[in-house]
């Protein structure tokens, strides 16, 4: 069974600049989620996927968004980088529902500069 | 949204010493979660316990859902133990399925 991977693992980019996040879910499992975790801070949602929809978001700009894959992977895009968005990205995939346990993948480290 | 407050906020021990972490939390829930963070920075899966006593070798998990809190107890702890523990609890009304919220972690420092 193959757990959540992410990439990058890190990631410069310049205040203004786009990027973009990747995550792929444990097998079997078919809603992704992601957590922006700033440092010294527990992880924050930023928005959940299921069925290749937004199933849910956080107190996240517009400037985040994502897309879920038919193989459930994941984007995290998020446009016009400031400084504040520097952060570790989490993501979790889960089967849907209150009731599921999560699991995280590595992270990825985005420093904006 | 839920409040997850995780106490104390840091904590330092000997080797071999035992502790207790604590999450409270401001709603009913239909399940609770405990964290490691490595130093990497990855989410490590102790402990998925809406409600009753768990073990898993040295460290054990109680989640009294009735009364809003959790105790995770870190028995004979070792350096490898070392890292921020935290807890999470899942919205359980609304269109949002599955969204945790987390608290601020408990830094468990522990020496040789």
């Known amino acids: 069974e193959t757990g959540v991977t992410q990439s990058p693992t890190h990631l410069i980019k310049t205040r203004g600049q786009q990027v973009t996040l990747r995550c792929s879910s444990q097998s079997g499992h078919n809603t992704v989620s992601w957590y922006q975790q700033a440092l010294g801070q527990g992880p924050q949602f930023i928005f959940q996927?299921?069925?290749?929809?937004?199933?849910g978001r956080g107190n996240f700009p517009p400037r985040f968004s994502g897309l879920q894959f038919p193989n459930y992977s994941s984007e995290l895009n998020v446009n016009a980088l400031e400084l504040d968005d520097s952060a570790l990205y989490l993501c979790?995939?889960?089967?849907?529902?209150?009731?599921?346990?999560?699991?995280f993948g590595p992270g990825t480290r985005l420093t904006v500069t | 949204g839920i409040q997850v407050e995780q106490s104390p906020p840091d904590l330092i021990l000997q080797e071999g010493a035992n502790s207790t972490l604590r999450c409270n939390f401001s709603?009913?829930?239909?399940?609770l979660q405990w964290f490691h963070q490595n130093p990497w920075g990855q989410l490590i899966n102790l402990f998925y316990i809406p409600s009753g006593t768990k073990q898993n070798g040295r460290l054990s998990a109680t989640t009294v859902a009735t009364e809003r809190y959790s105790l995770l107890y870190i028995s004979s702890s070792q350096t490898t133990d070392s890292g921020v523990y935290f807890c999470a609890v899942p919205t359980s009304r609304g269109s949002t399925l599955g969204r945790l919220y987390f608290g601020r972690g408990t830094q468990l420092t522990v020496w040789p």
């Open positions: 709603d009913s829930v239909n399940n």
């Open positions: 996927y299921y069925r290749e929809e937004e199933n």
């Open positions: 979790a995939s889960s089967l849907p529902g209150t009731f599921s346990e999560q699991y």
